[in-house]
């Protein structure tokens, strides 16, 4: 089945004199992850909070699977699942109640609730404490309520507010798995986190919200296509003796090179030249160990936006900044810099 996800289209939002959203349009398609990405204070609560129907935007339209949030809150209620960054009341409640309340509200007859809360328990892994009062829970056990009470009315559509955040390394895991479930039923899901590599491995598409503006798609792509540093690592080498053996074999100086413990970082700017890089120094007889970029390119991009990346370059066609690159001709003598 097919639904419309997620349409936004110039909304705004101010506290005061504060413009906490600023003419945000952003479509999250159903069938997809979505991630929702910026730094503190760019907006992504005070947005997700609008398509769940619990803040009206000054201005502009919401459309969730074609319901609007403000004129119809009953009807988008029924359709969003919405995990917001920490679990609100109900400290008093054990988990099961929770659940099973959430599910009275939501008109399920109480038996119907009872089984979806014993089911979402076991899914989340809080059956063990499924009889504990909530306010007993730990973060990340507060975090799994959070996430089950927001999946207890099967919602078409998941809108989640820093799910990660607390969660051990086997919930992150369980996490993603759960997103990619939801979106191959043909659900939609928005996602904001700050942790990008968590991101990284479970988002299909991103939105960049930077001072309460999403960033136009040519911006992202430009940060997207800059240079971005990847490690690597040679066998028995110790990092500064393997500086100038990655130097000679990419011809850069060594000083465009950077150590990082016992690793070496090289910019490069593209998987096609990080293709050729690989293909040289294995050509040169190194032991490469290991050979992987550094940053996601979700975290890159956060990181380029945040310092700036002129709109101009976007513009220009085609657009490639002057990073230094490796395993092609714009290498030179002087070296490249970063
Ligand atoms: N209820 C409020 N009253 C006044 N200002 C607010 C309110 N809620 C948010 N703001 C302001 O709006 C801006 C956006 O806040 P918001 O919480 O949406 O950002 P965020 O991107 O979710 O941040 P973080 O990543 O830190 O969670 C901030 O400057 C914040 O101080």
């Known amino acids: 089945m097919t639904s419309p996800g997620i349409v936004v289209e110039g909304v705004r939002r101010a506290f005061g004199d504060i413009q906490a959203v600023r003419n945000v349009s952003l479509v999250a398609h159903a069938g997809r992850v979505t ?11 005070t947005l997700l909070l609008m398509l769940a129907s619990l803040l009206a935007p000054d201005a502009g339209s919401i459309r969730i699977d074609g319901v609007d949030p403000i004129s119809d809150p009953h009807a988008a209620r029924a359709l969003i699942g919405w995990m917001p960054d920490a679990l609100g009341a109900w400290d008093a409640l ?45 973060r990340g056990q507060k975090q799994r309520l959070g996430l089950a009470r927001a999946l207890v009315h099967e ?30 039923e043909g659900r939609t899901v928005l ?14 598409d991103a939105v960049f919200l930077v001072a309460g503006e999403a960033v136009d798609a040519g911006r992202v792509e430009a940060a997207a296509r800059r240079a971005r540093p990847w490690r690597v690592r040679l066998d028995g080498v110790e990092a500064s003796d393997a500086r100038p053996q990655v130097a000679a074999a990419l011809r850069l100086s060594p ?5 990082d413990r016992r690793d070496v970082v090289v910019e490069i700017s593209s998987d096609e030249d990080a293709v050729a890089a690989l293909r040289e120094l294995v050509a040169a007889g190194l032991a490469v160990a290991e050979f992987a970029a550094a940053q996601g390119s ?4 956060f990181l380029d936006l945040g310092r700036g990346v002129p709109p101009q370059e976007a513009a220009a066609e085609p657009a490639p900044p002057a990073p ?5 001709e714009q290498t030179n003598d002087e070296g490249a810099t970063a």
Do not use: C, W
């Open 94 to 138: 054990t988990s099961r109640e929770t659940l099973v309340v959430t599910g009275r509200l939501y008109g399920m007859p109480k038996a119907e609730a009872s089984a979806r809360a014993t089911a979402l328990l076991e899914e989340v892994g809080l059956t063990a404490l499924a009889d504990s009062p909530a306010k007993v829970l730990s």
């Open 324 to 328: 230094p690159t490796v395993g092609g």
């Open 255 to 259: 000083e465009s090179i950077t150590v």
């Open 298 to 301: 979700l975290e890159r991009t």
């Open 155 to 184: 919602p078409r559509v998941l809108l989640l507010d820093e799910p990660a955040s607390g969660l051990d390394p086997q919930a992150r895991i369980d996490l993603r798995v759960l997103l990619r479930r939801f979106a191959a």
């Open 191 to 204: 996602v904001s986190s700050h942790i990008l590599s968590e991101l990284e491995e479970v988002v299909d």
């Open 35 to 45: 991630g929702l990405v910026g730094p503190n204070g760019s907006g992504k609560t």
